[in-house]
């Protein structure tokens, strides 16, 4: 999978698609900062899924970002979205890897060497760890630390997605510490602060 750093963000929606997030959205990947989107809707029905993820995947396509699923492998398929992101409790990656063939499918790794050497042993393509900092989005559970993107480097060229409470004050040390995306959706979406589109503008 090819890296672009100055595409470095891996957004992931807000838990509600509101009326303005559809022009929100092409105004965020017009700056062209985005490599990945994933819809993650933990409460809408597979119906609402689709119908959503249909109109976002337009917008995702004109702009060339990469389109991903949350959990739902059935779901990417109907979508023929880009590939899916699974956490540890979801579809496990052989099964998941031959109903997607080529697909991207990303694994959370949360903060465990040995979950990520499986992931790589598996073929993902691309492996996802944190929580590194509190997170606005969801509670966290697993603390990871810039130290076991090191330890992961040294075993793997493997794509590190960083999730967990990422924002303006925060991101840097993630990518200086060579995370290759950092996933992003508090920051852009609730900031009480900052617009959509200006929030991201402060990610150089």
Not at 80 to 96: F, R, S
Request: glycine share 4%; net charge positive; aromatic share 10%.
């Amino acid at each position: 999978m090819r890296i672009n750093k100055k595409k470095f963000i891996y957004l992931i929606s807000p838990n509600k698609i509101s009326k303005n997030f559809y022009n929100d959205l092409e105004n965020i990947l017009k700056l062209k900062k985005v490599s990945f989107f994933q819809l993650r809707l933990k409460k809408n029905s597979f119906k609402k899924k689709l119908l959503l993820g249909k109109k976002i995947f337009r917008i995702c396509k004109k702009y060339k970002v990469k389109f991903l699923i949350n959990d739902d492998v059935i779901l990417s398929q109907k979508l023929n979205a880009d590939g899916c992101h699974l956490g540890q409790k979801d579809m496990q990656l052989i099964k998941a890897r031959k109903l997607m063939g080529k697909k991207i499918i990303g694994i959370t790794c949360h903060n465990s060497l040995k979950l990520a050497k499986s992931a790589i042993k598996d073929d993902a393509d691309y492996i996802a760890f944190g929580a590194f900092n509190l997170s606005s989005t969801k509670k966290v559970k697993y603390k990871a630390s810039v130290s076991l993107i090191k330890k992961v480097k040294k075993i793997t060229n493997m794509p590190i997605v960083a999730i967990g409470g990422i924002n303006f004050k925060n991101y840097k040390k993630l990518l200086l510490n060579k995370a290759n995306f950092l996933a992003i959706s508090g920051y852009i979406w609730n900031n009480k602060k900052l617009k959509p589109v200006e929030a991201i503008k402060k990610l150089i």
